[in-house]
Structure formats: C-alpha cells, structure tokens
C-alpha cells in the first residue's frame, strides 16, 4: 500500500502546482473513517482507496481526482455524510465522491434489475462529470485485481459478468485500452476458467515452440525502418486470452487456425511519418486484403487514432501492425483521462462526451431493465462505420447500420419523421445497410410517425429506444381508448345508472392510481369485467354463493347473557352480526343489546353494561339507514332495485322529508350482517340517482 508521502510525491511528480493540503486531508480523514475496516483479503480496507489513487496516479489525473479516489467509499461505507466531504473537501470533489457512491446503494430484486440500476444511476453521475467515470473505472479494476478473495463463487462470477458486460465496454468507449484488456481477461478467467487456463496454456506452447520469433520480428521491423530514416519504437505481444477467445467463438476456428494473434506496434514521430512507415511495410510484406484501417483520418468515436494493418510474414505467419505518434499512443493507452491528465497552461475539455449523452437518451426511454441494458450494450459494443450528412458532418455508426439509425443518430425528431434516404444522391429504402463513408440524406415529413416494422432492420441502441417508446405510447392510447369504451358498456349494463363519484371510488376500491390505468387493465385483460363493475357499484354483480337470508326461526344467538334471560335488540341503534355489543339491563329485567357507539349508552354509567358477543352463528338482523335521494320519477325503484341485488330485504320505509330537489327516506332492512350492510351502503351511494347513504 502506499504511503502518505508516497502518494503526494507521485502526484507532485507530474502536477507541482497540486494542492498537497487538500491529498493530505484526504488521506488523513478516509484512514480514519475506515479505521478497522478489513477486506475480503485480510487487507485494512483502507488501503483499497489508496491503490485506487495509486492507478490514477499513472495516468496523471489532477489532485481532484485523486483525492476523490481516496474519499469515494466514505460516504457508502462509514459514518461520513456528504456535508463533511463537501465542508472539508470543497464542492467539485465531494459532487464526485457523490456520483461514484451513488452506484452502490441499489436494492433491485433481479440481476438484470440490478445491473440495470447500477448502469442507469452511473450513467447520470457521469454525464455530469466524466472524472467520476474514471474514478470507477480505476475502482472496479482494483476490485477485479482483489477478485480472487472472495470466498462466494456466484459472488465473483456476478461481479466478472458486470465487467465484462459494462465497465470493460466503458473503458473501451473513452478509449482506455489498458484498463480494458486488464478487465476482460481478469473477468474472463473467472467467467470461463477452463477456456482461459486452455488458451493460456496452449499460448505459452506457441511461444516455448517458436522461441524469440516476437523478439525477431520486432527487430526485423525496427531495423527496415531506420534504414528508410525513420526513428520508430517498435514492441510486439501475444494477443489477449478473452481477445484470442472471442475471434476463435465468431469465425468458429480453433486457435491453431488463427493467424493473428501477434500484433506490433510502431510508435514515430510524426503523422507524416505514419503513412510513410505503412507504405514501406506494405512494400516489404503483402498486406492482407480488408485488414487496412485508417483511424487517423476518421478517428474512433472514443478518439482513437492510429494506422492498422496486417501483412503477411515470413513462413506464412500473419501479422497485425499499428503506427501511430507518441501524442497518438498516449490517448490511445489512456484515452479520454488523457484530457484530464496534468498538463501546464490546459484547457480543461467538456466534461460530457456526445456518446455518453446518447445513452442517456437511451436511458430515458428504456422502459424495462432488460431493455435498458439491450440497448446500452449495442450503444457501447459493435464496430463502427462513418456515414456523412449533405453538409459533411461526420457519423459513426456501428457496423450494418442503416439510414433510419443515421436519422436517429442525428436527431431524434429526424428519425421519427423519416419516410425515405438519399445514399450518395441515390435514393433507397430505409432498411438499406450502410458502408463506410456513405453520405446520406434523409427525407423527411412531418406527418409520419416511427414504424414498427423499423425495428425490424433499426439496430443502434438509441434508434430502437426512441422506435419502441413510440410504439409503446400508441399501443398505450389505442388501449385506453378500447378501455374506455368497454368501461362505458360495462357501466350501461348495471342495474342502475351510476353516479358521477362512481368511478372515482372504483379507483380507491381497486387500488389503481388513475382512470387510464384502470382503462388499460381492461382491455388487456388484466381486469375482469365483474370486478370493475363490483367496484363500481358495490353488489351489481350477483354472487351465486349468496343466498337469500332465511326466515328466522329461533332467537339470534348472544353471548354473555345467562341463560334464559330475555333480550331485545335496541330500536335506537338497530345492532346487526358484526358490530361491537354491549347490553344493558331494562326495568323488567330484559337486556337492552346496542350497538356500543349508540348514542343512548353515552349517558348511561359503564358499570351498569354487560359486554355481548355474537353467537357463531348469528345472521340477520333488521339494520335502519338514511337514504337522500334525487326528486326524480323512478329513484325509489333504483334504491329497490339496489337493495334487491343485494340480496337484502325491505321491512320498512318512511318519507322523512321533501323539496324541490331531494327527498330523505328511513329504510329498515334486512341484512345479513354489518359486512353486508357495509356492502349495501356502498352499492346505494354508487347509484346516480342517491345523494346519500348512511346507517342510523
């Protein structure tokens, strides 16, 4: 682990002007807030932030950034708050340590739910400020060198396929080579063990049978240079495992039959220089037909630049060769942190990268995980054409992309209006496959609209997302407006019409949150017409279970009396099966059973009440309600046809009062039990023609 003054040496080495307090206080405070902390390893926690630091420090990132490696599992990991960080720190490292702890606190219940998160909350941190983008990465690469200490084989498996699948694509995108081949073999080793220790052992064969062939060619290289007066450093190595093993899975080949899995590299002074080394290798050496790529010209969208080729060797051995400058070689290794390293009188660059606001885009459409990291993968993997607009605006596309992923690529809106494309001034269909270099013009008009056949031929990321979420917002009104009209049918055919609040209520009822959404349930299917009409008008659906209530034939059954002694349900508050009783004692020595939220027991001292209980199989009673209802010819049928469907019976009704708009009527009815009164209550103030309904 390194030391404090360690550290500072290393950052003051290539940054004098560095804010040392600031590295220092860093160090100090994240030492003491991990204290005794341990990792998986038996290591002190605390030294997994400072090699984070340490790998930052090799590529000459600013103090900021370097301090906010030390800090950035703080604030996730002890008792530090954000306030502390930003108070000690200043506000740039803390909104840092911010975006890189926001990863972390994700609780989704699936894998892809969880991935999903994770990529979606560090896509946002890191359009915000790509640093946070490079902290992570330096992060994860840490945790990937440490994998081998975690004692749960799914656990490092998870850990391996969430690199592999975002953080090693991610450093490939902002062009860090080397984190990214040092990621995909570290995760392929754990994903694939068996092919890993394969092609590992069998490499190490290749290279005990043909001794210092590396070593030779390099040479033979370096040496036809110089004789041509130009001064290159030339290297060679062996290819990556995971890199040798994918070639092997997509030409389905075994490694025997792969010929280029040596590559070189000629580092020169001068961009001139490059295409003059190309054209004297070329010379020497027959190129293999299609492997030229000219990277200097039309750089990669993560803005790598470099010449690559692959000649044929002697013995009939293929070769790769890449030139490029030194400046072409320092963003090549390091890419986009290359802008952030230290350099005197810089200009620091924007810190959001167009590609990174595309998925963000992709991000905002995604409508489930898995579609999310569909898209972002397509967005993040794929080799890469350039197409030009009219104007000579240059867009990389990936490789088989057609004119409806340029229109998107240009501008969402000139995608959803695409009907046609011009291809180098011919016209084409829209699912035509563009090549490299292709200039395309889109024609356009304002009355189409996406198509869902376009996902058909449609295959970047970002055209896909914006395809499907209008599809999915058509498809979504289309099924309410079927909803709707289903719902108005169902309506039509309840008992009686209801009331303007009806539908209000079924909402509450059903738990749904807004009448669109209950629209949609039932069209889809997801909601059954009994039960929308149920919730509705509580009781408009006959249950077949529910039989009439039988004539009685023996005294309701009550608890806590002594038996033989007399009872009468009280008339003040008409107590029914399910309400809370209490009884109390008449002069004559009967019980009076109320209802113990009646009124007439408040004034009557609670000594003197005996607590009732329903006998188990207590049903019907005579329940009083209050119904105010529109003054309108044919509202006491709907309360009668109401109460009816209820199954319930009507023992009395009597006017209370009239006018000009409503009138109230007293109702006694049979019931049940307080259940099915509740149920009738409901069921009448569904009714369009009841202004109310209450229990007296």
Not at 328 to 348: C, I, N, S
Not at 572 to 593: K, L, T
Request: glycine share 6%.
């Amino acid at each position: 682990m390194l030391r404090q003054y360690e550290l500072v040496e290393r950052v003051k080495a290539y940054d004098p002007d560095a804010n040392e307090a600031l590295l220092n206080r860093a160090y100090v405070f994240s030492m003491h807030a991990h204290g005794s902390q341990k990792r998986a390893s038996g290591d002190p926690y605390f030294s997994h932030p400072i090699e984070v630091a340490g790998i930052l420090t090799d590529l000459h990132l600013d103090d900021e950034t370097i301090a906010t490696a030390i800090l950035h599992d703080t604030v996730e990991d002890t008792v530090a708050t954000h306030e502390e960080i930003r108070a000690k720190f200043g506000v740039n490292v803390a909104r840092l340590v911010e975006g890189v702890t926001k990863l972390s606190k994700i609780e989704a219940q699936t894998e892809n739910e969880r991935a999903a998160e994770n990529l979606r909350k560090f896509l946002l941190a890191m359009s915000d400020d790509i640093r946070v983008l490079l902290v992570k990465l330096a992060d994860r690469l840490h945790n990937m060198r440490t994998l081998h200490h975690i004692s749960k084989p799914e656990k490092r498996k998870r850990i391996a396929r969430e690199t592999m699948d975002i953080y090693a694509p991610l450093a490939e995108r902002i062009g860090m080579y080397e984190f990214m081949n040092e990621m995909q073999t570290l995760a392929f080793r754990e994903i694939e063990p068996e092919a890993y220790e394969s092609i590992t052992r069998r490499l190490e064969q290749l290279e005990e049978g043909g001794g210092d062939r590396v070593a030779k060619i390099g040479g033979d290289l370096k040496a036809m240079l110089d004789r041509h007066g130009i001064a290159a450093d030339v290297s060679g190595r062996r290819k990556h495992p995971y890199s040798i093993w994918r070639k092997m899975s997509e030409r389905h080949v075994s490694l025997e039959q792969l010929s280029d899995i040596v590559a070189f590299r000629a580092i020169v002074d001068s961009e001139e220089e490059c295409y003059r080394a190309l054209g004297i290798i070329h010379r020497r050496w027959p190129m293999v037909p299609g492997r030229f790529k000219d990277y200097i010209s039309t750089p990669k969208r993560n803005g790598y630049r470099s010449l690559h080729t692959a000649v044929i060797h002697a013995e009939n051995m293929r070769i790769e060769v890449q030139i490029r400058t030194r400046e072409m070689h320092a963003q090549a290794e390091f890419g986009l942190a290359a802008h952030w390293a230290y350099k005197q009188d810089a200009v620091r660059p924007d810190t959001q990268v167009r590609w990174i606001r595309d998925l963000v885009e992709i991000l905002d459409n995604a409508e489930s995980p898995e579609e999310l990291l569909e898209h972002t993968r397509m967005a993040m993997y794929a080799d890469r054409i350039f197409a030009f607009t009219p104007k000579g605006e240059l867009h990389q596309l990936p490789k088989g992309a057609t004119p409806i992923d340029f229109a998107y690529a240009v501008h969402t809106d000139l995608g959803d209006q695409a009907v046609g494309a011009k291809v180098n001034g011919g016209v084409v269909p829209l699912r035509t496959e563009l090549k490299n270099g292709d200039q395309v013009q889109i024609l356009r008009s304002k009355a189409q609209r996406p198509q869902a056949n376009w996902l058909n031929f449609a295959i970047t990321g970002k055209a896909r997302a914006a395809i499907r979420r209008y599809i999915r917002h058509r498809e979504r009104e289309e099924t309410v407006a079927l909803g709707t009209k289903l719902y108005h049918e169902l309506v039509a055919r309840l008992p009686v019409p209801a009331g303007s609040d009806a539908l209000g209520e079924a909402l509450k009822r059903l738990k749904i949150a807004d009448e669109a959404t209950l629209f949609e349930g039932l069209a889809r299917g997801k909601l059954t017409e009994e039960a929308v009409m149920e919730a509705v008008m509580p009781g408009a659906v006959a249950d077949p279970k529910i039989e009439p209530i039988p004539a009685q034939r023996a005294p309701i059954e009550i608890k806590g009396l002594t038996a033989g002694v007399g009872y009468d349900l009280a008339a003040c508050c008409h107590p029914v099966p399910g309400d809370r009783i209490i009884g109390v004692r008449s002069d004559d020595g009967r019980f009076e059973v109320h209802d113990i939220a009646c009124r007439t027991v408040d004034a009557i001292d609670p000594h003197h009440w005996i607590d009732l209980t329903w006998g188990d199989n207590a049903e019907g009673a005579t329940a009083r309600i209050a119904v105010t209802l529109k003054n309108e010819p044919g509202a006491l049928g709907v309360i009668a046809t109401v109460i009816g469907g209820h199954r319930a019976n009507i023992l009395g009704l009597r006017l209370d009062n009239r006018d000009t708009t409503f009138h109230t009527n007293t109702i006694d009815v049979e019931v049940r039990d307080a259940a099915h009164l509740m149920k009738l209550l409901a069921g009448l103030r569904a009714a369009d023609a009841v202004n109310a309904a209450e229990r007296v």
